[in-house]
């Protein structure tokens, strides 16, 4: 890796090619490590929003706001309270990351391979759509016995005193398979969160590019890797909205499925309960986190690639 300065604010164009041949089994190692870099510190980083925003999913009359909530937990809890979950956070969601930028990078190549260069150039926005939504599948078996977890430890009353006793205790009674049964709609918030999440990224990144003088590789990296953030942030707002109320139910899935219950009797419940304007708990709060994690995912994704020598995300002016 190169973290000298000047290697930051030369223009790419004036570098030497990187060590790493792209699209070869490196790129794809590589591109996985960037993945676990840029999603489990993130998502660890605002497990205190996601905490609240959980709490105020399942039960909206809780807390009147975020600090109003920090400050319970904390008087009852400790500072500790709330980072309940962060053990599981960064488990999950380093998993999640080596799968969801790990496969895109792999499927957005071999689906442009598929379709051929003029189809790929011309419909790009259908490869980044189809490349993410593959990913994420996948992403999200890896995902989805620590976020049940984690929304476990934040929500119900049973006390662990780690991850690993959450495990301990959860898979005693209902066995592994007892923590993949919010994967279905784990599945409906993530796959359509990750599919806007790297097509509008890559959208917009273009757009940004698009209005700038300059070729992107006449930019240095540190410029590149601040365009990353800023489109990374947009594509996050978007993300929040389009995934919140599968996100909601996920949440209420994990906190409150009865014993035998289907998925769908479960999803009919609660959602019978709560109504539509249910599934909007904590928008607000989402979005600013979910804004923030995207921008920063995005900023640690491509450094990471610009520090191996690999070309940052997004498509060339």
Known sequence: MVFT????????????????????????????????AACGPTHALVTPLDLVKCKRQ???????????????????QGLGGIFTGFGATIIGYSAQGAGKYGFYEL???QYS???GEEFASKYNTLVY?????????????????????????????TAYSSVFDAWKKVTAVEGVAGLYKGLAPLWCRQVPYTMVKFASFEKTVQAIYSYLPKAKEDYSLLAQTGVSFLGGYIAGVFCAVVSHPADVMV?????????????????????????????????????????????????????????????TTGSKK
């Open 5 to 36: 300065p000047s290697y930051w604010i030369q223009s790419a164009a004036e570098k030497k090619p990187a060590g790493i041949k792209l699209y070869s089994p490196e790129y794809y190692a590589a591109c996985t490590i960037g993945g676990i």
């Open 58 to 76: 399942v039960d909206p009359k809780l807390y009147t706001g975020n600090v109003q909530a920090w400050r319970s937990i904390i008087a009852s």
């Open 107 to 109: 499927f957005k190549k």
């Open 113 to 115: 391979d598929l379709v």
């Open 129 to 157: 759509l189809a490349a993410s939504a593959s990913a994420e599948v996948i992403a999200d078996v890896l995902l989805c016995p620590w976020e049940s977890l984690k929304v476990r430890t934040q929500t119900s009353n």
């Open 251 to 311: 949440s209420k899935i994990n906190a409150e499925k009865q014993a035998g219950e289907s998925m769908g009797a479960a999803v009919g419940r609660i959602y019978g309960k709560i109504g539509f304007s249910g599934l909007w708990n904590g928008l607000p709060t989402r979005i600013v986190m979910i804004g923030t994690l995207t921008g920063l995912q995005w900023l640690l994704y491509d450094s990471f690639k610009a520090a191996v020598g690999l070309p």
